[in-house]
């Protein structure tokens, strides 16, 4: 929300719609879209150019902050951390879905058991809709589960503490219900998914624990027809921090998303947002995957330090994983360019 555009966007690999049915009713007041002519680019369509006025971006990155606040602070002031299976999990899912309901949006809850440390821990993704007219369904993601062990932090003695996860899961459901507030007109249906049970892989004691526990359960259960459906699923994932680096993910470069990919990358650079770098970076096993292996254009945007072997920034999967390695900015960066991304459906 910062300023007018007026910008000519190169539209390759956009997938804009046809004018056709009337809009669905935006769950809130939001600026009406314009639509363009359908361009689906293949290895042989020549690259067009449309020119298109991005409509002034509404996403309010201090809102999706204050969503990351109420996310990791408890009733009583102290930290809410939301592992799977314990009552601040329960109460970040109650958050999600009391907010998305407050906008219109039909919620559900995905319910699954899954092994999670040494016992079997009921989990819940959180799903809410908003109908469409084509047909066509757009999956918006986050993980809203913390990890359970900060097992690489500095002080050694700190390593079995709980993660506060304002970037590794905050962010992500920060930016999703602020975009949800402002969600341009689309003639898809949109669906956001909040998974748990993301954060609990790669640590071994006592008792052996996988990733992406939620997205997996969600997408084994998706039928053939609503996986036919899907036009894209977009998560974002760790995208606070006020040095935030996005290149790009490589499971999504090199599957079935790679032109989202490419459109949401042409879209933040006129937008100027320059978290967004345009090179091919680490693949990362993240909520995408169950996706990508169900064939669905998918892309994660997800904070990755380009040729650094550690991968990932400082604080994470430590006790640093704080408000204070998550900036206003950075979350409307994303937003912003989700949303105009969206805005060219
Ligand atoms: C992302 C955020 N992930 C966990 N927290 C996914 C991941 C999987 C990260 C494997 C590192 C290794
Ligand atoms: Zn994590």
Redesign the pocket.
Known sequence: MRRALALAVVLLAAGCTVGGPAQPTPATGSTPGTTTPEHTPTASTPVVTTPRALPDPAFDGERALDHVRAQVTGADGGPRYRIPGTEGNAEVARYVDAEMAALGFAVTWHHFNASYGCREVAMHNVVAERAGTSGRTILLAA?YDT?PVADKDPDVGKRGQPVLGAN??GSGVGVLLELARVLPPTEDAVRFLFFDG??G??YLAPCRTD??LGSRAYAEQMSAQDIAAVRALLLV??VGDPQLLLPKEGYSASGPGAHVQDALYSIADQLGHEQFVDEESYS???DHVPFIERMIPAVDL?HIIPGDPK??PSW??TTFDDLDHVSASSLDAVGETIEAWLATL
Do not use: K, S, Y
Request: charged share 30%; hydrophobic share 40%.
């Open positions: 993980h990890r590794d899961a993301e954060d892989g790669g990733w992406i994932d760790m990362i096993t993240d997800i991968v990932f994470h999967h």
